[in-house]
């Protein structure tokens, strides 16, 4: 069975919350996954943020980000 649901980025992010990142996979023909991670702060640069991923801390741009 297929979930269908709207992404939805938010305007602005909190720290500490909880947001999906989009995971796009190099195969043709799959579908992106989504994992939970949580914001830390906005990137000097506006088009990154800083978010957590397990113990990493990673530089993803804030257009991969969603509620």
Do not use: H
């Amino acid at each position: 069975m297929e979930i269908d649901f709207k992404r939805i980025r938010p305007g602005t992010f909190v720290n500490g919350e909880d947001y999906l990142l989009i995971e796009e996979s190099g195969r043709i023909n799959q579908q992106p996954v989504l994992v939970p991670v949580k914001f830390i702060t906005y990137d000097p640069s506006p088009a990154f943020v800083i978010v957590r991923q397990d113990n990493r801390r990673l530089r993803r741009s804030r257009d991969d980000l969603f509620v």
